[in-house]
């Protein structure tokens, strides 16, 4: 796939100098309930660029997101309760500000110290942050000397922290960035073959862009969850009262067709697990066959998939992963999403590098008890990588390229 060369600066390759006040794109929105945080994973992500600021004696403030607050403030998605967290991590003094724009943050930003981090408030509680506003962008920049964006999972989209700010600070990226762009790079441009990808997640009509980007430089396509439910119909295969989007049936054809003019393997599930109703003590049953009867709903793969979808990811020396097989959350329809997590850490074990993306996918593998470290890379952003899979040129890294 060609792709357009972008001109991105590396935060290591800027000279930062001590006292220096650095502004930090991150991408904190992480699930949160209670003042809690039960997955600090994304904080953790930006431990390497905060650190390498840290000890440049740099001041450092972290701009981020939470949730979908729709340009109001809203306390529910308040960041003040990622402070601790962030200082724990970091090992570094923390302070919170309200706000992440006017006086009250200008002066939060004066009163740093170097090595001292200081978390601004929820970026969307300013509608003008998902226009990509530029003035609010220079509020933003308003006391800063340098630019690091390190948020992956926010720079497919085109906003006043991903866009408009490399016009007014000079711009790098930082390490979980370089990673994120490294892994994913070699998933589009350059795998080692056998390349398997494994789609799976409710919606065709979420992936479609993706799959028929995936064929162009796949040797097998993997379809489970809900949406291989759509593809089956496509085949005339019975789905009983499973999940289907009829609107994309025929989309889902073309796909099918694509795979074959490609010469790609195209598997879908050759039994599944069924219920009559989706609940957790609903009895479950194995179908024999690629169909599922008239009355039941398909719910996750069963042995005889695993089986064959396993023995294709084994044999994979490239591995891209999106989406989980089943209804994973309720454990009685999970053995099929956390068997595949197991069969690509033995594949990554084996040599394979394995990439895995999305929100579902990476939380099904932590469940399934597969340790992150036994992946290659899990991507942060779920979005963000199928769009750079797909080969669309992110908003966020044309903007920094264009200010280098």
Known sequence: MTRPVLKLKRVQDTNIEKGSTVLVRVDYNVPLKDGKVSDDTRIRET??????????????????????????????????????????????????CSDCVGDVAREAKSRLGDGE???????????????????????????????????????????????????????????????????????????QRPFVAIIGGAKVSDKIDVLLSLLDSVDVLIIGGAMAYTF??????????????????????????????????????????????????????????MAVPDDYIGVDIGERSIAIFGEKILMAKTIFWNGPMGIF?????????????????????????SVIGGGDTINALKKSGVKPEEISHCSTGGGASLEFVEGKLLPGLEALSKSN
């Open 232 to 289: 089956l119909k496509a085949q005339d295969v019975n789905t009983g009262k499973s999940l289907v989007e009829d609107d994309k049936v025929e989309e889902a054809k073309k796909i099918i067709l694509k795979a074959f003019k490609n010469n790609v393997e195209l598997l879908l599930p050759a039994d599944h697990i069924v219920v009559k109703e989706i609940k957790e003590d609903a009895k479950t049953e194995t179908t024999q066959s």
């Open 117 to 191: 981090i200081l978390l601004c408030e929820n970026l969307r509680f300013h509608p003008e942050e998902e226009k990509n506003d530029e003035s609010f962008a220079k509020q933003l920049a308003d006391g800063c000397n340098y630019f690091v964006q390190d948020a992956f999972g926010a720079i497919h989209r085109a906003h006043s922290s991903t866009s408009a700010i490399t016009k007014y600070l000079p711009s790098s990226i930082g390490f979980l960035l370089q990673k994120e762009l490294e892994y994913l790079d070699k998933i589009v441009t350059s795998p």
């Open 47 to 96: 431990e390497k660029t905060i650190k390498y600021l840290i000890d440049k004696k740099a001041r450092i403030v972290l701009i981020a997101h939470l949730g979908r607050p729709k340009g109001k403030v809203d306390p529910k998605y308040s960041l003040e309760p990622l402070r601790s967290y962030v200082e724990n991590i970091m090992g570094a003094k923390t302070y919170f």
């Open 329 to 353: 959350e309720m454990p009685p329809f999970s053995n099929g999403t956390f068997s595949i997590a197991k069969k690509v850490a033995e594949a990554t074990k084996n040599g394979a590098i």
